[in-house]
């Protein structure tokens, strides 16, 4: 793999110098058209061994392009902040809006390839990361994002002779630590690791550009003509690309579904209800004073259904068992120009709640495979697609820690057609009820596929789907407390 | 000051429940106003004595408003992403958006109560920090945010009851800690200091809101009572309130100013620039890296000038003697709309730097004193209080370690042309230049006025302004080179 960077590539200067000025000129342009279109963002990822001119050819590109619209992540031991959440939420925080250059000096390969290296991460356990990587990848990717995967190489004699001539020049010796010297040690391993690592990720859509880093001149120009082609390229394709998707889903023939078989009729009378309420209530009251759980876990609840449903109202039963100080309720409304500027799935990340705490999505990430496929918001692709995102999603929170819970609220369809009627006539009730509503109305058969298709696909064993009868909301409300408690105690007690 | 909330206020169960019935509707029609108008933020500080019932009325707001628009923040020990940034930080990206209401369950009070009663802090800095948070919540508040601070009382008696109280109850018992008893010893500490604290900060703009927490139904009632009516007041309210502004300041008589006085023709030829180049930029790599500045202090630059003064080539010569992991470009270009549903300097408070970081503002706070102001972008008393705001938030980030740098690159009106001209022609320049770049320029005695101004009002000993003669490139940028080192080697050395 790692061959044609042995070569003893070599630019002379003279030819460097007349090649960089058209280079930078080319940089710039593309760059502004960039800028301009803001159609999508370039993620550039740099690795390699050390001393193979990693930072230097990061500055060059600073100094090539405009630096006002490139940033620079450098990603060394997580903070508090990043520890409490999912490996990947770091690097979700600092992907580039479209339309800007984000370089990430160390990426999400890093870790992995170190912990590898010294033994503290299982083979096994590396090839779910590698795979998660790769789907990760293929997500930025489907969501337009332009990947450069850099990978520096040099020679272990190489290597060598760069440490000690950086060791020797004094504007470059404080980047030589012990740790410099100790990774000589381990690079054979290195290399079988990073071997394997980059035949994996090696993926059609972001594969890796293994490049020569010894001779400067080589290393630089070649990574400026990459930069250029391939933002040049993108730029200039019309039209979507994204990986294949099977066609859509087809609806069972003999129309008996999740939806249909629920029995919407079960009902919980007054008294009943307020004592399960208190209940279950009091129980979760307390489990979420667990120590388990605030030092171990954080929880996400995720509310769709029909509109009136109750949606609102089962959640505010929820937060009555819960301290303000912990829970954060997050309305799903139209994207700010911030989150239209990233994949969807950010907006989502942007909320992924600390241990010991809640975030509560009132509408979720599932909009994509309801509403957007409904009303067209998103091709085809992209909501089939979804699926499998979303799943990946939800597997990196339960990874984390994250207990993660979803309710699908159902309600008939005369029940609505009741409940609007009523909410028209309550004043306070008023900005409730819109146009939109009604509209939606029209296209029930239409989410009830959706729906079907939704819990069918994304229904896993560590995040399922617990659809929820309401057209009594007693029933509903309690429904949903005794599932959170249930499932709460579950992951507390280990089972 | 107490007197007031200890006189045994009291309200029974049937006075209660009619009345919450009533409240209820108007709070949640308040606040749905209040969301349709999205003209300006709530921000509610929910203070006082342990066991006065300071979270229940937050959880009972919750179930009375719409709970998905709020937020509650409790703030405990800081993490340590906030740990390396100015005190008010934390404060600064948890504040609600226009439309929203934000709960500060613990706020910018309690630390500076908590050290004060420990005498962790001095008698002359508490008087510091009440000045500062004075200001703040001024600034918020001619920024129009609604902002209401209740202040929750006991007796001492009456805390002893509760605390006793909660501890019987297997549902509050869990609150009450060996510092809630701890507190109690130090309740006399508490009035007095939360006495003196609450005296200095009562401001005609946020005032306080003292209320006896003895009684759950007066409490949640009175609290309930003054949302309601402080929302409504505040949405009938039409026209903008802020506080009174000194008159415009006038040009002096003789037409002399910091700009006029400018020797324009400063210049560097190429082989002197070229060695004070490679000179300040090796002098500011090392600097970048020495311990004291990576431990102890952040780095920001502001970079203000006429258009095409050579900001962007100067900030470029800078970066190359950085390491591109260690700091952020920032252009600051038009507010995104989570930026618009903020105070103006919000969008500056995000970017402040961790410890041994360095962000570049390409552009900066001060677009409110020069392009808003000379637009009519805002009203005059905005521009006009913006001078002081400002130099509290730099004054705010000096305190925390960062040294703040500010730079106004100043050309003759020819030169402008001159380089207006070549950069039409050359082609990967072309969007450097704008119609608007045109229409600045017509405006050129307006800009020299408000710079002047500016820099009268906000050079401050600790963060100075520094004019930089830009007709010749080459000067500029060694003279803005010299400057930050000069500047960081002062502030290192102690000096």
Not at 144 to 161: C, E, N, P, T
Not at 296 to 320: M, Q
Not at 326 to 338: G, L
Not at 407 to 434: A, D, G, N
């Amino acid at each position: 793999m790692f061959e044609s960077a042995e070569l003893g590539h070599r630019i002379d200067r003279k030819t460097f110098e007349k090649e960089v000025a058209k280079l930078r000129a080319e940089l710039l342009d593309v760059q502004y058209d960039l800028l301009q279109k803001r159609d999508f963002p370039v993620v550039i990822l740099v690795s390699g061994v050390d001393g193979s001119g990693k930072s230097e050819t990061i500055n060059l590109l600073y100094s090539w392009m405009d630096p006002r619209h490139i940033s620079t992540l450098a990603f060394s031991s997580p903070t508090d902040e990043e520890r409490e959440r999912p490996f990947m939420w770091r690097y979700w925080r600092a992907l580039p809006p479209k339309g800007k250059v984000g370089i990430f000096a160390g990426s999400w390969y890093s870790q992995p390839i170190a912990d590898r290296i010294s033994k503290k991460m299982k083979r096994a356990e590396m090839e779910e990361v590698l795979d998660e990587i790769n789907r990760f990848e293929e997500m930025l990717v489907n969501e337009g994002a332009l990947v450069l995967k850099f990978w520096f190489h040099l020679s272990k004699d190489a290597q060598k002779v760069r440490l000690k001539a950086m060791e020797k020049d004094p504007r470059t010796a404080w980047r030589v630590t012990k740790a410099s010297w100790a990774r000589l040690k381990t690079y054979d391993d290195l290399q079988v690791v990073a071997g394997h690592v980059l035949r994996v990720t090696n993926t059609a859509h972001a594969p890796w550009i293994i490049i020569e880093g010894t001779d400067d001149n080589y290393r630089s120009l070649t990574v400026g003509h990459v930069v250029r082609d391939a933002i040049t390229r993108r730029l200039a394709q019309t039209g979507k690309t994204s990986v294949p998707v099977a066609p859509p889903i087809v609806a069972a023939i003999d129309k008996r579904t999740v939806l249909s078989e629920l029995d919407l009729s079960r009902a919980l009378e007054k008294k009943a209800y307020e004592k399960e309420l208190a209940k279950w209530q009091g129980k979760l009251s307390q489990l979420m004073r667990d120590p388990r759980f605030q030092q171990n876990h954080s929880l996400i609840l995720a509310f769709e259904g029909s509109d009136a449903a109750g949606k609102g109202g089962t959640i505010r039963r929820v937060v009555e068992a819960m301290d303000a100080r912990q829970y954060q309720i997050v309305p799903v409304a139209a994207p700010t120009d911030e989150e239209r500027a990233q994949p969807y799935l950010w907006r989502f990340w942007r909320h992924v709640p600390r241990r010991g705490r809640v975030t509560i999505f009132d509408r979720t990430w599932y909009g994509r495979v309801l509403v957007e496929r409904i009303e067209g918001f998103c091709d085809e692709d992209d909501w089939l697609r979804a699926y499998a995102e979303i799943n990946d999603f939800e597997h990196a929170l339960v990874q984390a820690g994250a207990i993660v819970i979803k309710f699908w609220l159902q309600v008939s369809k005369e029940e609505q057609l009741k409940r609007f009627k009523e909410r028209e006539k309550t004043e306070f009730k008023r900005f409730k009820i819109t146009e939109e509503d009604w509209r939606n109305r029209e296209k029930w058969d239409a989410y009830a596929q959706a729906v079907c298709d939704m819990v069918e696909r994304t229904s896993t064993g560590r995040s399922p789907w617990t659809l929820v009868e309401a057209n009594d909301k007693n029933h509903a409300r309690v429904k949903v407390l005794r599932t959170i408690c249930e499932r709460l105690e579950r992951v507390l007690e280990g089972k």
